[in-house]
């Protein structure tokens, strides 16, 4: 859904891109700084109530992250790690966020039903990744989706901001439909994979009901090579960052 803002938010951040590929600072490391930045402030401040004041530093640190992907390509430098790298950190500031709230629930807010929700929010999140990047992994897309990881990230931030500004009833909406297009769009790419998977009962591409394909891969998209070690099949695509040109989208 906010895929259309990509190119005036490529265009706004362009300037400040260009002044760091002057320096000596990379892409990774704006990407570690801002993943640190996001999960210190959801982790201190949301357990603490200070639900705006923890908005606005998780809104900072994800909007520089987004320069990760604008100074990759002013270098040159784009590549399979800096993707991997920016998806399994966006991952991990996710769920700082979601935690931060949950933990909140649990000791200030006194509200152990929406702590399961944000619990909800955080597992449901991670399976909506995971879910394409098994699925590109095993050579089938989906990329499927009603709300990718900006858009449940957006909702979440807004509600828990307004939440902080004494917005009544905002959090508890803004939760449940955080939980609730997650479960969908988890469902969307299973539905996607199990219908290019099946073609007439028979499944395709030789991979058995139980995951193990006819080339010996195993369920978990490894197959031996001869050395007593696994080669991992390569599950990319695990990324939703709004701007990252160095990742690519949930």
């Known amino acids: 859904m906010l895929k259309v803002l990509k190119p005036g938010l490529g265009r ?6 260009r002044a760091l590929a002057r320096t000596p600072i990379t892409p990774n490391m704006i990407t570690v700084i801002g993943a640190i930045g996001m999960t210190a402030g959801a982790l201190t401040l949301f357990p603490t109530g200070h639900l705006f004041a923890g908005t606005m530093v998780c809104t900072g640190f994800v909007l520089s992250d987004m320069l990760d992907g604008v100074l990759a390509r002013l270098q040159g430098s784009t590549g399979t ?3 991997f790298l920016d998806s399994t950190l966006d991952r991990v500031g996710d769920a700082a966020v979601f935690g931060g709230v949950a933990i909140w629930f649990v000791s200030g807010g006194h509200n152990r039903v929406l702590a399961a929700v944000s619990l909800f929010c955080l597992v449901a999140g991670l399976l909506v990744s995971y879910a394409r990047a098994r699925a590109e992994g095993l050579g089938i897309k989906a990329d499927v989706g009603i709300a990718e990881r900006t858009e449940r ?11 902080g500004l004494g917005v009544p009833y905002v ?17 969307q790419r299973v539905y996607a994979v199990r ?11 030789g991979q058995a009901p139980d995951g193990t394909g006819s080339n010996g891969t195993g369920p978990e998209g490894t197959e031996s090579n001869g ?3 696994n080669s991992a099949a390569p599950d990319t ?5 709004s701007i990252s040109e160095n990742a690519v989208s949930e």
């Open 195 to 205: 219908k290019a998977t099946t073609l007439g009962g028979q499944t395709r591409g």
């Open 153 to 163: 990230l957006l909702i979440g931030l807004v509600a828990i901001g307004l939440s």
């Open 237 to 241: 695509a695990i990324s939703d960052n």
């Open 12 to 17: 706004l951040l362009a300037p400040a891109g």
């Open 171 to 187: 959090l508890p909406i803004g939760l449940w439909t955080v939980a609730v297009l997650s479960a969908i769009t988890f469902g």
């Open 227 to 229: 050395t007593g070690h």
């Open 81 to 83: 790690f800096g993707a």
